[in-house]
Protein backbone atom coordinates (compact mmCIF):
# COMPACT_ATOMS: atom_id res chain seq x y z
CA UNK A 1 0.00 0.00 0.00
CA UNK A 2 1.47 3.16 -0.83
CA UNK A 3 0.38 6.52 1.07
CA UNK A 4 0.51 9.88 -0.35
CA UNK A 5 3.82 11.32 1.32
CA UNK A 6 2.42 14.89 1.48
CA UNK A 7 0.05 18.01 -0.25
CA UNK A 8 1.63 19.20 -3.46
CA UNK A 9 1.67 22.88 -4.03
CA UNK A 10 -0.77 23.75 -5.94
CA UNK A 11 0.76 25.46 -9.60
CA UNK A 12 -2.55 27.97 -9.35
CA UNK A 13 -0.82 28.55 -5.88
CA UNK A 14 2.54 29.35 -7.35
CA UNK A 15 0.64 31.74 -9.96
CA UNK A 16 -1.04 33.74 -7.45
CA UNK A 17 1.49 33.85 -4.90
CA UNK A 18 3.88 34.86 -7.82
CA UNK A 19 5.63 37.61 -6.34
CA UNK A 20 6.03 35.57 -3.00
CA UNK A 21 8.16 32.53 -4.20
CA UNK A 22 11.47 33.08 -4.90
CA UNK A 23 12.69 34.43 -8.51
CA UNK A 24 15.92 34.18 -8.67
CA UNK A 25 16.56 32.42 -11.83
CA UNK A 26 20.08 31.33 -11.18
CA UNK A 27 18.91 29.27 -8.49
CA UNK A 28 16.18 27.48 -10.96
CA UNK A 29 19.16 27.00 -12.84
CA UNK A 30 21.37 24.93 -10.38
CA UNK A 31 18.64 22.85 -9.41
CA UNK A 32 17.81 22.28 -12.81
CA UNK A 33 21.19 21.62 -13.97
CA UNK A 34 20.86 17.94 -11.66
CA UNK A 35 18.10 16.90 -14.48
CA UNK A 36 21.22 16.93 -17.37
CA UNK A 37 23.14 13.98 -16.44
CA UNK A 38 20.63 12.20 -17.78
CA UNK A 39 18.30 14.84 -19.61
CA UNK A 40 21.35 16.98 -21.72
CA UNK A 41 22.78 19.94 -20.67
CA UNK A 42 19.88 22.49 -20.74
CA UNK A 43 17.28 19.73 -21.15
CA UNK A 44 18.86 18.72 -24.54
CA UNK A 45 18.81 14.68 -24.40
CA UNK A 46 20.05 12.40 -27.00
CA UNK A 47 18.42 8.55 -27.70
CA UNK A 48 15.51 7.79 -25.84
CA UNK A 49 15.27 9.91 -23.05
CA UNK A 50 13.04 13.24 -23.12
CA UNK A 51 14.39 16.43 -24.01
CA UNK A 52 13.00 18.81 -22.11
CA UNK A 53 14.32 21.98 -22.94
CA UNK A 54 11.48 24.82 -23.50
CA UNK A 55 8.48 22.83 -22.39
CA UNK A 56 5.61 24.48 -20.70
CA UNK A 57 6.46 24.99 -17.06
CA UNK A 58 2.68 23.97 -15.89
CA UNK A 59 3.07 20.90 -18.27
CA UNK A 60 6.42 20.09 -17.18
CA UNK A 61 5.48 20.78 -13.10
CA UNK A 62 2.35 18.27 -13.57
CA UNK A 63 4.36 15.58 -15.10
CA UNK A 64 6.39 15.73 -12.46
CA UNK A 65 4.26 16.12 -9.67
CA UNK A 66 2.67 12.99 -10.98
CA UNK A 67 5.33 11.28 -11.09
CA UNK A 68 6.46 12.11 -7.75
CA UNK A 69 2.96 11.00 -6.43
CA UNK A 70 2.46 7.69 -8.43
CA UNK A 71 3.64 4.55 -7.25
CA UNK A 72 6.87 4.87 -7.63
CA UNK A 73 8.57 1.90 -10.29
CA UNK A 74 10.78 3.35 -12.67
CA UNK A 75 13.80 5.25 -12.15
CA UNK A 76 12.24 8.98 -13.03
CA UNK A 77 9.55 8.51 -10.48
CA UNK A 78 12.15 7.76 -7.97
CA UNK A 79 13.86 10.34 -8.89
CA UNK A 80 10.92 12.99 -8.35
CA UNK A 81 10.38 11.79 -4.80
CA UNK A 82 13.73 13.36 -3.91
CA UNK A 83 12.27 16.17 -4.77
CA UNK A 84 10.28 19.24 -2.94
CA UNK A 85 7.29 20.25 -5.09
CA UNK A 86 8.57 23.92 -5.08
CA UNK A 87 12.29 22.66 -6.19
CA UNK A 88 10.29 20.64 -9.30
CA UNK A 89 8.35 23.79 -10.01
CA UNK A 90 11.61 25.18 -10.26
CA UNK A 91 12.75 22.72 -12.50
CA UNK A 92 9.65 22.98 -14.85
CA UNK A 93 10.11 27.04 -14.88
CA UNK A 94 14.11 26.79 -15.89
CA UNK A 95 13.20 24.64 -18.30
CA UNK A 96 10.88 26.96 -20.36
CA UNK A 97 13.39 29.37 -20.71
CA UNK A 98 15.82 27.45 -22.69
CA UNK A 99 15.55 26.97 -26.41
CA UNK A 100 13.94 24.06 -27.66
CA UNK A 101 16.79 21.77 -29.72
CA UNK A 102 17.13 23.05 -33.37
CA UNK A 103 16.55 19.42 -33.83
CA UNK A 104 14.01 18.08 -32.15
CA UNK A 105 12.51 15.83 -34.64
CA UNK A 106 10.43 13.42 -31.90
CA UNK A 107 7.02 13.37 -31.53
CA UNK A 108 5.92 14.39 -27.99
CA UNK A 109 4.39 11.27 -26.56
CA UNK A 110 3.20 11.88 -23.25
CA UNK A 111 0.68 13.86 -22.01
CA UNK A 112 -2.25 11.78 -22.45
CA UNK B 1 61.61 33.97 -16.15
CA UNK B 2 57.92 32.90 -15.55
CA UNK B 3 55.01 34.87 -16.61
CA UNK B 4 53.16 35.18 -13.13
CA UNK B 5 49.92 36.60 -12.91
CA UNK B 6 49.58 36.81 -9.42
CA UNK B 7 51.92 40.01 -9.39
CA UNK B 8 50.34 41.71 -11.52
CA UNK B 9 47.14 40.97 -9.49
CA UNK B 10 48.74 42.08 -6.17
CA UNK B 11 49.92 45.32 -7.78
CA UNK B 12 46.67 45.96 -8.45
CA UNK B 13 44.85 44.31 -6.15
CA UNK B 14 44.58 47.85 -3.94
CA UNK B 15 42.69 49.11 -6.20
CA UNK B 16 40.38 46.37 -6.65
CA UNK B 17 40.05 45.18 -3.23
CA UNK B 18 37.00 47.38 -2.45
CA UNK B 19 35.09 45.37 -4.65
CA UNK B 20 36.14 41.68 -4.79
CA UNK B 21 34.62 39.11 -2.98
CA UNK B 22 36.10 38.34 0.42
CA UNK B 23 39.37 35.99 -0.17
CA UNK B 24 39.90 36.54 -3.52
CA UNK B 25 41.94 38.87 -5.11
CA UNK B 26 41.63 40.19 -8.94
CA UNK B 27 42.18 42.48 -11.20
CA UNK B 28 39.33 44.58 -11.67
CA UNK B 29 39.28 44.55 -15.30
CA UNK B 30 40.06 41.20 -16.21
CA UNK B 31 38.40 38.25 -15.35
CA UNK B 32 39.36 35.75 -12.94
CA UNK B 33 41.04 32.89 -13.40
CA UNK B 34 40.16 29.65 -12.44
CA UNK B 35 42.15 26.46 -12.98
CA UNK B 36 40.33 22.64 -13.09
CA UNK B 37 42.80 20.07 -12.59
CA UNK B 38 41.45 16.65 -13.21
CA UNK B 39 39.53 16.13 -16.96
CA UNK B 40 37.08 12.95 -15.34
CA UNK B 41 33.56 13.29 -14.83
CA UNK B 42 33.93 16.19 -11.80
CA UNK B 43 36.82 18.47 -13.31
CA UNK B 44 35.53 18.58 -16.92
CA UNK B 45 32.27 19.12 -15.74
CA UNK B 46 33.23 22.21 -13.99
CA UNK B 47 34.70 23.38 -16.18
CA UNK B 48 32.48 23.57 -18.93
CA UNK B 49 29.36 24.97 -16.62
CA UNK B 50 31.66 27.46 -14.86
CA UNK B 51 32.17 28.70 -18.66
CA UNK B 52 28.52 27.90 -19.75
CA UNK B 53 27.30 29.69 -16.97
CA UNK B 54 29.68 32.52 -15.98
CA UNK B 55 30.90 33.03 -20.33
CA UNK B 56 33.81 36.15 -20.08
CA UNK B 57 33.84 36.87 -16.75
CA UNK B 58 35.67 34.18 -15.98
CA UNK B 59 38.47 32.53 -17.91
CA UNK B 60 38.67 29.11 -16.93
CA UNK B 61 41.90 26.46 -17.52
CA UNK B 62 41.71 22.50 -17.47
CA UNK B 63 44.73 20.81 -16.74
CA UNK B 64 45.30 16.91 -17.33
CA UNK B 65 48.65 14.63 -18.27
CA UNK B 66 46.33 13.12 -20.57
CA UNK B 67 44.68 14.59 -23.84
CA UNK B 68 41.72 12.02 -23.38
CA UNK B 69 39.94 10.45 -20.11
CA UNK B 70 38.87 6.77 -20.14
CA UNK B 71 35.35 6.02 -18.33
CA UNK B 72 35.26 3.78 -15.43
CA UNK B 73 31.42 4.42 -16.82
CA UNK B 74 30.25 1.52 -18.82
CA UNK B 75 33.95 -0.07 -18.55
CA UNK B 76 32.91 -3.40 -17.37
CA UNK B 77 31.03 -3.93 -20.85
CA UNK B 78 34.48 -3.82 -22.45
CA UNK B 79 35.69 -7.33 -19.95
CA UNK B 80 32.86 -8.82 -21.36
CA UNK B 81 33.66 -7.83 -24.84
CA UNK B 82 30.44 -5.87 -25.80
CA UNK B 83 32.35 -2.29 -25.96
CA UNK B 84 35.58 -1.56 -27.17
CA UNK B 85 37.77 0.57 -24.57
CA UNK B 86 38.12 3.44 -27.22
CA UNK B 87 34.42 3.97 -27.26
CA UNK B 88 35.00 5.25 -23.83
CA UNK B 89 37.49 8.04 -24.47
CA UNK B 90 36.40 11.03 -24.29
CA UNK B 91 39.09 14.33 -25.23
CA UNK B 92 38.27 18.06 -24.02
CA UNK B 93 37.60 19.55 -27.98
CA UNK B 94 34.29 20.72 -27.54
CA UNK B 95 35.50 21.89 -23.71
CA UNK B 96 37.24 24.41 -26.46
CA UNK B 97 35.45 25.14 -29.23
CA UNK B 98 32.01 25.07 -27.60
CA UNK B 99 32.87 26.73 -24.41
CA UNK B 100 36.41 28.58 -24.00
CA UNK B 101 38.20 26.33 -21.89
CA UNK B 102 41.66 26.50 -22.34
CA UNK B 103 43.56 22.96 -21.97
CA UNK B 104 47.23 22.78 -20.60
CA UNK B 105 48.43 19.18 -21.17
CA UNK B 106 50.50 18.40 -17.78
CA UNK B 107 50.72 17.11 -14.83
CA UNK B 108 50.54 19.54 -11.67
CA UNK B 109 53.85 18.51 -9.04
CA UNK B 110 53.05 20.65 -6.45
CA UNK B 111 49.98 23.27 -5.45
CA UNK B 112 51.62 26.48 -3.61
CA UNK B 113 48.45 27.90 -1.87
CA UNK B 114 49.50 30.97 -0.59
CA UNK B 115 51.57 32.22 -3.65
CA UNK B 116 48.20 30.62 -5.42
CA UNK B 117 50.61 28.93 -7.71
CA UNK B 118 50.90 25.23 -10.19
CA UNK B 119 54.03 23.98 -9.95
CA UNK B 120 53.65 21.45 -13.50
CA UNK B 121 55.56 18.88 -14.46
CA UNK B 122 56.62 20.58 -17.93
CA UNK B 123 55.32 23.69 -18.24
CA UNK B 124 56.07 26.81 -16.84
CA UNK B 125 53.97 27.42 -13.41
CA UNK B 126 50.10 28.27 -13.94
CA UNK B 127 48.58 31.05 -11.13
CA UNK B 128 44.89 30.99 -9.56
CA UNK B 129 42.28 32.84 -8.47
CA UNK B 130 40.36 29.90 -7.85
CA UNK B 131 41.35 25.97 -8.33
CA UNK B 132 39.32 23.20 -8.29
CA UNK B 133 40.76 19.63 -7.92
CA UNK B 134 39.26 16.65 -9.47
CA UNK B 135 41.97 14.42 -8.61
CA UNK B 136 40.23 11.38 -8.43
CA UNK B 137 41.43 8.01 -6.05
CA UNK B 138 44.42 6.74 -5.85
CA UNK B 139 44.94 3.19 -3.96
CA UNK B 140 46.59 1.83 -0.68
CA UNK B 141 48.58 -0.89 -2.03
CA UNK B 142 48.32 -4.03 -0.21
CA UNK B 143 51.39 -6.02 0.43
CA UNK B 144 53.23 -8.23 -2.47
CA UNK B 145 50.91 -7.15 -5.20
CA UNK B 146 51.71 -6.15 -8.60
CA UNK B 147 49.24 -4.44 -10.36
CA UNK B 148 50.58 -5.19 -13.58
CA UNK B 149 49.57 -9.24 -12.70
CA UNK B 150 46.44 -8.46 -10.94
CA UNK B 151 44.95 -5.69 -12.57
CA UNK B 152 42.43 -3.26 -10.02
CA UNK B 153 41.05 -1.86 -13.01
CA UNK B 154 39.51 0.71 -11.06
CA UNK B 155 41.28 3.53 -13.30
CA UNK B 156 39.90 2.88 -17.07
CA UNK B 157 42.17 2.35 -19.41
CA UNK B 158 45.14 -0.07 -19.74
CA UNK B 159 44.20 -2.12 -16.64
CA UNK B 160 40.91 -2.56 -17.94
CA UNK B 161 42.64 -3.70 -21.36
CA UNK B 162 44.59 -6.15 -19.37
CA UNK B 163 41.75 -7.47 -16.88
CA UNK B 164 40.18 -8.29 -20.30
CA UNK B 165 42.90 -10.57 -21.97
CA UNK B 166 43.24 -12.36 -18.34
CA UNK B 167 39.96 -13.41 -18.14
CA UNK B 168 39.54 -14.33 -22.03
CA UNK B 169 42.80 -16.46 -21.83
CA UNK B 170 41.26 -18.27 -18.95
CA UNK B 171 41.19 -22.45 -19.24
CA UNK B 172 37.52 -22.79 -18.95
CA UNK B 173 35.98 -24.19 -15.54
CA UNK B 174 38.31 -21.41 -14.22
CA UNK B 175 38.72 -19.08 -11.17
CA UNK B 176 38.27 -15.71 -10.85
CA UNK B 177 39.23 -13.95 -7.53
CA UNK B 178 37.98 -10.61 -6.73
CA UNK B 179 38.60 -8.78 -3.84
CA UNK B 180 36.20 -5.73 -2.68
CA UNK B 181 37.83 -2.84 -0.10
CA UNK B 182 36.20 -1.27 2.56
CA UNK B 183 33.88 1.72 1.63
CA UNK B 184 34.10 4.30 0.77
CA UNK B 185 35.31 3.34 -2.47
CA UNK B 186 34.85 4.14 -6.45
CA UNK B 187 31.65 3.17 -7.78
CA UNK B 188 29.80 1.25 -5.12
CA UNK B 189 27.75 -1.11 -7.35
CA UNK B 190 30.75 -1.82 -9.47
CA UNK B 191 32.30 -4.83 -8.08
CA UNK B 192 29.12 -6.41 -8.14
CA UNK B 193 28.33 -5.57 -11.47
CA UNK B 194 31.41 -6.93 -12.49
CA UNK B 195 31.01 -10.16 -10.76
CA UNK B 196 28.05 -10.83 -12.21
CA UNK B 197 29.41 -10.17 -15.79
CA UNK B 198 32.36 -12.67 -15.32
CA UNK B 199 29.69 -15.06 -13.87
CA UNK B 200 27.86 -14.57 -17.14
CA UNK B 201 31.22 -15.15 -19.15
CA UNK B 202 32.10 -18.11 -17.84
CA UNK B 203 28.68 -19.79 -17.25
CA UNK B 204 28.20 -19.32 -20.95
CA UNK B 205 31.61 -21.01 -21.51
CA UNK B 206 30.82 -24.23 -19.23
CA UNK B 207 30.63 -22.62 -16.20
CA UNK B 208 33.95 -22.00 -13.45
CA UNK B 209 33.99 -19.62 -10.22
CA UNK B 210 33.56 -16.51 -9.26
CA UNK B 211 35.16 -16.16 -6.03
CA UNK B 212 34.07 -12.43 -4.24
CA UNK B 213 35.66 -11.28 -1.71
CA UNK B 214 34.34 -8.41 0.38
CA UNK B 215 35.76 -6.72 3.33
CA UNK B 216 32.33 -5.08 3.73
CA UNK B 217 29.89 -6.57 6.31
CA UNK B 218 27.68 -6.85 2.80
CA UNK B 219 26.89 -5.46 0.14
CA UNK B 220 26.99 -1.87 -0.36
CA UNK B 221 24.67 -0.93 -3.42
CA UNK B 222 21.18 -2.55 -5.23
CA UNK B 223 21.60 -5.29 -2.24
CA UNK B 224 18.71 -6.89 -3.40
CA UNK B 225 19.56 -6.78 -6.92
CA UNK B 226 22.76 -8.89 -6.54
CA UNK B 227 21.54 -11.16 -3.70
CA UNK B 228 19.30 -11.97 -5.85
CA UNK B 229 21.62 -12.02 -9.29
CA UNK B 230 24.03 -14.33 -7.29
CA UNK B 231 21.47 -16.48 -6.01
CA UNK B 232 18.83 -16.81 -9.11
CA UNK B 233 21.10 -16.41 -12.25
CA UNK B 234 24.75 -17.33 -11.17
CA UNK B 235 24.10 -19.85 -8.13
CA UNK B 236 26.55 -22.45 -9.60
CA UNK B 237 29.60 -19.87 -10.24
CA UNK B 238 29.21 -17.19 -7.64
CA UNK B 239 30.75 -17.70 -4.17
CA UNK B 240 30.21 -14.78 -2.26
CA UNK B 241 31.66 -13.83 1.74
CA UNK B 242 31.14 -10.78 3.31
CA UNK B 243 33.64 -9.22 6.05
CA UNK B 244 36.79 -10.88 4.27
CA UNK B 245 40.12 -8.97 5.13
CA UNK B 246 42.66 -9.05 2.51
CA UNK B 247 46.23 -9.73 3.87
CA UNK B 248 49.52 -10.14 1.58
CA UNK B 249 48.92 -10.72 -2.23
CA UNK B 250 51.38 -12.69 -3.84
CA UNK B 251 51.07 -11.74 -7.47
CA UNK B 252 53.66 -14.13 -8.55
CA UNK B 253 51.87 -17.36 -7.31
CA UNK B 254 48.08 -15.96 -8.08
CA UNK B 255 47.58 -16.18 -4.56
CA UNK B 256 45.57 -14.15 -1.86
CA UNK B 257 46.06 -14.51 2.09
CA UNK B 258 42.50 -13.41 3.90
CA UNK B 259 40.85 -13.65 6.98
CA UNK B 260 39.06 -16.50 5.65
CA UNK B 261 42.28 -18.02 4.53
CA UNK B 262 44.72 -18.69 1.06
CA UNK B 263 43.01 -18.21 -2.78
CA UNK B 264 44.55 -19.01 -5.71
CA UNK B 265 42.99 -18.57 -8.85
CA UNK B 266 43.92 -17.95 -12.49
CA UNK B 267 42.43 -14.58 -12.97
CA UNK B 268 43.21 -12.12 -9.44
CA UNK B 269 41.45 -8.51 -9.66
CA UNK B 270 42.27 -6.53 -6.78
CA UNK B 271 40.30 -3.74 -6.33
CA UNK B 272 42.41 -2.02 -3.57
CA UNK B 273 41.52 0.62 -0.44
CA UNK B 274 40.78 3.92 -2.10
CA UNK B 275 41.90 7.12 -0.80
CA UNK B 276 41.93 10.68 -2.64
CA UNK B 277 44.27 11.28 -5.36
CA UNK B 278 47.77 11.72 -4.56
CA UNK B 279 47.44 15.62 -5.52
CA UNK B 280 44.84 16.19 -2.95
CA UNK B 281 46.63 13.82 -0.62
CA UNK B 282 50.30 15.21 -1.09
CA UNK B 283 49.48 18.62 -0.76
CA UNK B 284 47.76 18.24 2.72
CA UNK B 285 43.89 18.85 1.62
CA UNK B 286 42.89 15.45 3.46
CA UNK B 287 44.61 16.47 6.55
CA UNK B 288 46.33 13.15 6.98
CA UNK B 289 42.96 11.01 6.45
CA UNK B 290 41.84 9.67 3.30
CA UNK B 291 39.35 11.95 1.74
CA UNK B 292 39.16 15.66 1.57
CA UNK B 293 36.97 18.16 4.20
CA UNK B 294 34.79 19.71 2.22
CA UNK B 295 31.69 22.40 2.45
CA UNK B 296 29.07 20.93 0.39
CA UNK B 297 27.63 24.16 -0.56
CA UNK B 298 30.84 25.18 -2.15
CA UNK B 299 33.26 22.10 -2.22
CA UNK B 300 35.48 24.87 -0.62
CA UNK B 301 37.98 22.70 1.45
CA UNK B 302 37.12 23.18 5.29
CA UNK B 303 41.16 23.69 6.27
CA UNK B 304 42.78 26.52 7.07
CA UNK B 305 45.41 28.07 4.62
CA UNK B 306 43.50 26.73 1.52
CA UNK B 307 41.00 29.26 0.73
CA UNK B 308 39.55 29.25 -2.58
CA UNK B 309 40.65 25.45 -3.20
CA UNK B 310 37.63 23.18 -4.17
CA UNK B 311 37.52 19.64 -4.28
CA UNK B 312 35.21 17.69 -6.48
CA UNK B 313 34.45 13.89 -7.13
CA UNK B 314 35.58 11.26 -5.63
CA UNK B 315 38.53 12.74 -3.34
CA UNK B 316 36.31 15.14 -1.30
CA UNK B 317 34.68 13.32 1.74
CA UNK B 318 31.11 14.23 2.34
CA UNK B 319 29.81 11.31 2.76
CA UNK B 320 28.03 10.69 -0.58
CA UNK B 321 28.56 8.12 -3.01
CA UNK B 322 31.53 7.95 -5.43
CA UNK B 323 30.14 7.57 -8.49
CA UNK B 324 30.54 9.61 -11.75
CA UNK B 325 27.07 11.13 -11.75
CA UNK B 326 27.56 12.28 -8.78
CA UNK B 327 30.75 14.04 -9.40
CA UNK B 328 29.22 15.93 -12.33
CA UNK B 329 26.46 16.79 -9.84
CA UNK B 330 28.97 18.06 -7.39
CA UNK B 331 30.87 20.07 -10.02
CA UNK B 332 27.55 22.28 -10.88
CA UNK B 333 26.78 22.70 -7.16
CA UNK B 334 30.47 23.76 -6.51
CA UNK B 335 30.55 25.94 -10.60
CA UNK B 336 27.66 27.94 -8.79
CA UNK B 337 29.43 28.78 -5.87
CA UNK B 338 32.51 29.93 -7.36
CA UNK B 339 30.56 32.17 -9.88
CA UNK B 340 28.21 34.08 -7.00
CA UNK B 341 31.45 34.55 -5.00
CA UNK B 342 33.28 35.72 -8.15
CA UNK B 343 30.83 38.62 -8.19
CA UNK B 344 30.82 39.26 -4.95
CA UNK B 345 27.46 37.62 -3.97
CA UNK B 346 26.93 35.03 -0.66
CA UNK B 347 26.50 31.67 -1.28
CA UNK B 348 24.91 30.96 1.88
CA UNK B 349 21.74 32.32 1.68
CA UNK B 350 18.74 30.52 3.00
CA UNK B 351 16.93 30.15 -0.74
CA UNK B 352 20.22 28.14 -1.62
CA UNK B 353 21.06 26.66 0.45
CA UNK B 354 17.39 24.69 0.65
CA UNK B 355 17.99 23.86 -2.62
CA UNK B 356 21.24 22.17 -2.76
CA UNK B 357 20.96 19.22 -4.26
CA UNK B 358 22.71 16.56 -5.69
CA UNK B 359 21.52 13.00 -7.31
CA UNK B 360 23.39 9.50 -8.66
CA UNK B 361 21.67 7.60 -11.31
CA UNK B 362 22.99 4.54 -12.45
CA UNK B 363 22.42 1.32 -14.54
CA UNK B 364 24.15 -2.08 -13.91
CA UNK B 365 24.64 -4.46 -16.60
CA UNK B 366 23.42 -7.70 -14.96
CA UNK B 367 23.59 -10.02 -17.93
CA UNK B 368 25.32 -9.42 -21.24
CA UNK B 369 22.05 -8.05 -22.11
CA UNK B 370 19.87 -7.19 -19.33
CA UNK B 371 20.68 -4.45 -16.33
CA UNK B 372 19.38 -3.27 -13.53
CA UNK B 373 19.25 0.39 -12.42
CA UNK B 374 20.08 2.50 -8.66
CA UNK B 375 19.06 6.14 -7.98
CA UNK B 376 19.71 8.41 -5.01
CA UNK B 377 18.94 11.93 -4.27
CA UNK B 378 20.22 14.38 -2.02
CA UNK B 379 19.26 17.40 -0.34
CA UNK B 380 21.13 19.75 2.10
CA UNK B 381 20.55 19.77 5.71
CA UNK B 382 20.85 23.02 7.03
CA UNK B 383 20.71 21.96 10.69
CA UNK B 384 23.62 19.69 10.45
CA UNK B 385 25.38 21.41 7.23
CA UNK B 386 25.63 18.55 5.54
CA UNK B 387 24.11 16.49 2.58
CA UNK B 388 21.23 14.58 3.39
CA UNK B 389 19.93 11.34 1.69
CA UNK B 390 16.45 12.14 0.92
CA UNK B 391 15.48 9.13 -1.40
CA UNK B 392 17.15 6.21 -2.71
CA UNK B 393 15.87 3.37 -4.55
CA UNK B 394 17.03 0.25 -6.86
CA UNK B 395 15.10 -1.77 -9.61
CA UNK B 396 15.45 -5.12 -7.62
CA UNK B 397 15.30 -6.73 -11.18
CA UNK B 398 17.02 -6.75 -14.35
CA UNK B 399 15.44 -6.19 -17.58
CA UNK B 400 16.24 -6.17 -21.49
CA UNK B 401 14.49 -2.26 -21.11
CA UNK B 402 16.92 -1.55 -18.55
CA UNK B 403 19.94 -2.54 -20.94
CA UNK B 404 19.09 -0.36 -23.56
CA UNK B 405 18.24 2.42 -21.45
CA UNK B 406 21.79 2.22 -19.90
CA UNK B 407 23.14 3.32 -22.85
CA UNK B 408 21.33 6.28 -23.20
CA UNK B 409 21.94 7.06 -19.58
CA UNK B 410 25.66 6.79 -20.51
CA UNK B 411 25.71 8.83 -23.81
CA UNK B 412 23.34 11.80 -22.41
CA UNK B 413 26.23 11.55 -18.99
CA UNK B 414 28.92 11.19 -21.72
CA UNK B 415 27.54 14.68 -23.26
CA UNK B 416 27.26 16.67 -20.03
CA UNK B 417 30.81 16.17 -19.14
CA UNK B 418 32.54 16.39 -22.33
CA UNK B 419 30.19 17.08 -25.46
Known amino acids: ?112 | MTINRRNFIKATSLAAAASSAPGILRAQSGSARVVVVGGGFGGATAAKYLKHWGGDKVDVTLIDPRARHTSCVMSNLVLNGELPLKDLRFGYGDLTSKYGVQVIKDSVKRIDPTARELTLKQQVPVNYDVLVLAAGISFKKPRGWIANKNPHAWIAGGQTRLLKDQLQAMPAGGTFVMTIPRSPYRCPPGPYERACLVADMLQSNGGGRVVVLDANEGIQAEEETFSRAFDQLYGNVVEYSAGVELGVVDSNANVVETSLGDFSGDVINIIPTQRAGGLVRNNGLTDGGFWAPVDVTTYESTLAGFEDIHIIGDAQGSGQPKSAHMANAQAKICADAILRKLASQPTDHAERLQNITTNSACYSPITRDTASWLTAVFQYDMDKGAMALAHIAEAGEWTRDNYSEMFDWANNLFADVWG
Open chain 1, 1 to 112: MIIKRKTHYLLSLFVVAGASLAQDPTIDRMIAAQCAQCHGTDGHATGDIDSIAGKDTADLYHKLIDMEEDRAEDIMEHQAWGYTDEQLYRIARYYSTVPESDDEDREDEDDD
